[in-house]
């Protein structure tokens, strides 16, 4: 495990899809499986909330859809021009933290601890972008069915 580097925080990092509703569902979505492995990994049980996952999520949207990393002591974030993409916004403890949520106070993010925190958490993202990005590029599988009204157990 290394940190990630100051210059990794602090630059723009170009994006590799398009910042949509639709997928950042499905990046929220890859989140939760992300978040699953590695609960399970430390032998927790997989909830429905990913609480405490934001350094997961921040970077995996900035791999996805780009941008710079930003937060504070409690919340890190995505910042893609002037827009917040925060994939765990629906989440208990950013809710929790409301407005106080997308503080960005730099020197937080700069310490060495959170550049380590950061850096332990490239090694799994990287392994869950190409996931994101083929959801997202792939695709869509959907089957129209005709229903005359007729049963089919006979």
Known sequence: ???????????????KVE?????LVI??????ELWNERQKEKFIRP???RENSCKFAAL??????GGTLAGNDEHVFLKHG??????????????ALSALAHIDIPPVLSSQAYLEALGSCVERVARWVPVAIQRIEGPAKTVKRHHDGESLSR
């Open 1 to 15: 495990m290394s940190a990630l580097s100051l210059k990794n925080l602090r630059s723009f990092q170009p994006g």
């Open 19 to 23: 910042l949509t509703h639709a997928n």
């Open 27 to 32: 990046a929220g979505q890859v989140v939760q």
């Open 47 to 49: 909830t429905a909330t």
């Open 60 to 65: 995996l949207a900035r791999e996805l859809f």
């Open 82 to 95: 002037d827009i917040i993409v925060d994939l765990n916004q629906d989440q208990p403890d950013v809710k």
